[in-house]
């Protein structure tokens, strides 16, 4: 069965501070890794690994995936208070999973003003 | 451009009663998915619904079921309600077949209280 474990599960930081979030999984025919920010309900996208060393960025947000060690990690620097949420990682496989994200119980980010 | 956008909003049910909860996926996307969300769990998978037909379907019971239509809007059904079915219940969309491919989006999602 396939498993993904995010950690740590919470985190609370002070705006300004630089956090990191981990991701390993264990996945059957792996295809890629997605993550995501989810603040109320909708979760929104933030980036999609498919290969490994390339580190993907977006503003103060940047992403890698290491499909060797089977993890990825999220960063994000100088934290805001907008950065409080729940991030989701989420491996897609083919297979007999083949269009199914299967989602980590995520991390709850916390930054204090 | 719109996003993914879920009908209705909030569902209060019966137990016994079926529900039924509407998704419009982003203009040009044809791949549909259905997730669920119950309260202090993860997102799991329900559905995954692409060109019409139904492509994965998740670790649910069969009273879980649904349709894509042919402008790929999608419907999910849960019959015979059960308190357990509570949650949040969230629609994605993305342009290829298949999560992973390429990016999904999701929409607000629907609260489904059964009592």
């Known amino acids: 069965e396939d498993k993904v474990v995010q950690s740590p599960l919470s985190l609370v930081v002070h705006e300004g501070d630089t956090v990191t979030l981990n991701c390993s999984y264990e996945?059957?025919?792996?295809?890629?890794l997605l993550w995501y920010k989810q603040e109320k309900k909708a979760p929104t996208f933030l980036f999609m690994l498919?290969?490994?060393?390339i580190e993907k960025k977006s503003g103060r947000l940047s992403s890698i995936l290491d499909k060797k060690e089977l993890f990825s990690i999220l960063n994000i620097t100088a934290t805001q208070t907008g950065d409080s949420a729940v991030y989701l990682c989420?491996?897609?496989?083919?297979?007999?999973?083949?269009?199914?994200?299967?989602f980590g119980q995520g991390t709850i980010l916390t930054v204090h003003p | 451009e719109a996003g993914v956008t879920q009908s209705p909003t909030h569902l209060i049910k019966t137990r016994g009663q079926q529900a039924t909860l509407r998704c419009s996926p982003i203009?040009?996307?044809?791949?549909v998915y259905w997730y669920q969300q119950a309260l202090g769990l993860g997102l799991q998978f329900l559905l995954w619904?692409?060109?019409?037909?139904?492509?994965n379907r998740g670790n649910f019971p069969p009273r879980f079921s649904g349709r894509q239509f042919p402008n790929y809007s999608s419907e999910l059904n849960v019959n015979a309600l059960e308190l357990e079915d509570s949650a949040l219940y969230l629609c994605?969309?993305?342009?290829?077949?298949?999560?992973?491919?390429?990016?999904?989006?999701f929409g607000q999602g629907t609260r489904l209280t059964v009592v």
């Open positions: 994605a969309s993305s342009l290829y077949r298949g999560a992973g491919n390429t990016e999904a989006f």
């Open positions: 989420a491996p897609a496989a083919g297979g007999t999973s083949y269009g199914k994200l299967t």
């Open positions: 498919t290969s490994s060393g």
């Open positions: 996945v059957t025919n792996f295809r890629s």
């Open positions: 619904y692409d060109e019409g037909e139904e492509r």
């Open positions: 203009s040009g996307h044809t791949s």
